[in-house]
């Protein structure tokens, strides 16, 4: 029987250059949250589903989810996202370790989606968090989402920050809609479909939920609010006021929000999609039966933050592999001598590809058009160190191999 | 309902301090890698369970892989390990690319294993293999693993590779113990346990595969010889000698090996266990109906490769977290100048925490104890600057915080 080649559908196949270019994102991200301060961590690649039960969203769990018994008949799910994960290991060690806590991680999840441009089944997923920080965590939160992004080259013109508070949303609910709690649960959620749906659609779905005029106008009203509500003016004063916009149509469809919430957007006309999105939970540790430990989180997926940066040209090439020195040899006595040019060219620190058995100096040049490499040596009668970028070469006796760093560093 | 905080069994939570330490690893076996021009690439999480069927071992389908039928009915299994991807991958690319291809990765996989010191269901496993690189193919695997292991601090002293070949074996087999093909599938598999059983046990099942005195020897003196084969000779002129030993019982389970196998032991007497193993097989892309290209590979597992540097004490100390600088307000008006500093030393690279919200000195210091600060900023009245090193301390006023960055370096 033959197999096929190609990856389990909705997952992918990362050969070096797709791989550099993952390295390269996701170095950006581990730098820049340590300058924030903000320690790494990762949580287990499966979990009991009962975690996921407590406080994932329903489409999660009954469509999404990748769940299976094991040997030991335990129902456990692959990660669809880190939250859970993190608040059951802040659960775990909160009591005794100074607030805030700032933790950051890239896990791989894996979701049963349909795929489509920008959604793959197994995808990477930068997730940072701050617990107990209050409001300054929320601000601190946005200003690193802003410094991430902006580390890629990226400015103000490329991406905007949405934001919004459910507690603001609550208090129009309850004072200017005078929405119940059943009403006001179908409110967030004709939200979250609001910029979906055509204007007159919203209009007759609204009515079914609160059939009072002067009620479905006042949330109109606010729908259409342009107003920077208080809670976003503290944020306008740190930095960020460039990057966040009052959004009164952002909520998050995640149950556990309680706060702040927010999306950010690319703003490329033919790549408008979010490609990072979080907000503030207050209650995240109950389901451990701990008290509550008030958070903020951001999650940004690498597949449409790799989609924003090519949208925007800020991609540099990742095709050839950079090395340092390729060292091969014309003479079928040479192999030793190579070797050992390798090895102290390696200790040195210099990316260094042995080429194996001896060969022609043409076929040797013809591996400097698929890597790239600043050095060329070959050691037949004598060791030729060639400079890829001056093009000058330095001759060494073949008893000279010792001396071969510094002709390298002088040449 | 509480739910449980642990994680799930045989899978580890990575507190900050424990991702430090992997981080550590991971990276060292990167750079390592790099230093030899292997490329990095990673495969999906999930593959076909029939990837697995075609070239894995008995055990690890029927006891040991985590498979199940996804939402469409495919019959799925989170990799137990990367060889069976890495084929399927080389063989969609061999034909188009340079010879040899040298590959790196470091993924999770996952295994039903019974846990104990050393084995647990979720691991990472440093792989690396070179495809098309013949004999001297397999002599780079063995002079990168050698490099990788010494770039942690060890030496001879802390490690041994054992080595076998498939061949040497087989002709032994064939020529001196004159076994057919399914006597020697027995006595591989006999040899691979004839660590574990006394030796008398080993003599007795001998008998029943064998069941002839002259034969019976033949074998038992292979499995005692202590003379250097030919293939090894080569090994050990090229920089290998301190490092690679000869041993007749190490043959390897997989049935993909057909060359060179090795095992890399710790030679601690308390931790006597292989950290790392691999070998030489001709035909893995066979089952994608592709022509044949021999290929080497390692694998090293970060589990077992822990355990031997903590054996050693090559382990620095990844408790708490290294950060440049803590900038913290002691009067309420201070926190946008703070905000400000933060900043202005992020901008120039330097990991600052800022402490959130106004707090007394005490407190501020407080947490010098528990991660590690070069300097602290703390900001009232007028801004003060001290090195944790020296304890000098360096004013500025709270107007001239642009120049802070000067007078940190100037401290």
Same mark, same amino acid.
């Given at each position: 029987?033959?197999l096929s080649?190609?990856p389990?559908?909705?997952t992918r196949d ?6 550099r270019l993952?390295?390269?994102i996701f ?6 949250s340590e300058?924030?301060?903000?320690e790494?961590?990762d ?5 009991e589903?009962?975690?996921?039960l407590?406080k ?13 018994k094991?040997?030991g008949d335990?129902?456990?799910?692959i990660?669809p996202?880190l939250t859970p994960?993190?608040?059951?290991m802040v659960?775990?060690?909160h009591?005794?370790v100074?607030?805030p806590i ?7 999840l894996?979701?049963?989606e349909r795929t489509?441009?920008g959604?793959?089944r197994?995808?990477w997923q930068y997730?940072?968090?701050i617990f107990?920080?209050g ?9 690193m989402?802003v ?10 013109e490329?991406f ?7 507690r603001?949303v ?7 809609v005078r929405a119940?709690?059943e ?6 959620k ?5 910029q979906?749906?055509?204007h007159?659609?919203l209009v007759?779905?609204l009515k079914?939920i609160?059939?009072?005029p002067?009620r479905e106008?006042?949330f109109?009203?606010?729908l259409?609010s ?6 976003? @003016?503290q ?12 959004d009164?149509t #952002?909520?998050? !469809?995640l &149950?556990y929000y309680t706060?702040l919430?927010?999306e950010?957007?690319?703003?490329h006309p033919e790549n408008r999609?979010a490609?990072?999105?979080g907000g503030a939970?207050?209650?995240l540790?109950?389901?451990?039966n ?13 597949v ?5 940066l090519?949208s925007h040209?800020?991609l ?9 020195v390729?060292v ?7 192999g030793?001598v190579a ?5 102290i060219?390696?200790?040195?620190n210099l990316k ?7 060969a @022609?100096?043409k076929k040797?040049y013809?591996?400097?058009d698929?890597k790239n490499f600043?050095?060329? #040596?070959l050691? !037949?009668? &004598?060791i030729?160190?060639?400079?890829l ?5 330095h001759?060494?006796?073949?008893e000279e191999?010792?001396?071969i760093l510094g002709a390298?560093?002088?040449?």
């Open positions: 029987m033959t080649k190609s389990y559908r909705g990362f050969f070096p250059a797709d791989m993952r390295n390269y170095k950006k991200w581990s730098e820049v300058l924030y301060a903000y790494p961590y949580g287990p690649l499966l979990e589903v009962s975690l996921y407590a994932s969203g329903e489409e999660l769990i009954n469509e999404q989810i990748y769940s299976f094991d040997r335990r129902h456990v799910a990660r996202e994960t993190v608040a059951r659960a775990q060690i009591r005794e100074a607030k700032r933790w950051f991680s890239i896990p791989n894996m979701r049963y489509q441009r959604r793959l197994e995808f997730n940072a968090d107990g920080g409001t300054l965590g929320e601000i601190e939160i946005l200003q989402a410094s991430l992004i902006k580390s890629f080259g990226a400015t103000s490329h905007e920050i949405l934001v919004n508070d459910r603001h609550e208090m129009i609910f309850k004072e200017k119940n709690e009403e006001s649960k179908k409110l967030y004709l939200i979250d479909k609001s979906k749906i055509p007159d659609k007759e779905e079914l609160l059939n009072a002067t106008e006042a109109l009203s606010y259409s342009k107003d920077v509500p208080e809670f976003l @003016k944020m306008q004063n740190s930095g960020l006021s460039e990057y966040v916009k009052f009164p #952002i909520v998050r !469809g &149950d706060g919430v927010f950010i957007f690319d703003k999609r490609i990072a999105g939970y207050a209650n540790l109950q389901i451990f701990e008290p509550s430990l008030e958070g903020v989180g951001i999650g940004m997926g690498e449409p933050f790799t989609l924003f090519t040209g800020l540099p090439d990742f095709t050839k592999p950079e090395f340092d390729l091969a040899y014309t003479h079928p006595d040479a030793t070797q050992k040019a390798a090895a060219l390696r200790e040195a260094t590809e042995l080429f194996l058995g001896e @022609k100096p040797i013809a591996q400097t698929r600043n050095f060329v #040596i050691i !037949g009668e &004598d030729q160190i060639k400079n970028k001056t093009q000058n070469v001759k060494l006796k073949v191999v010792d001396k390298l560093n002088g040449n």
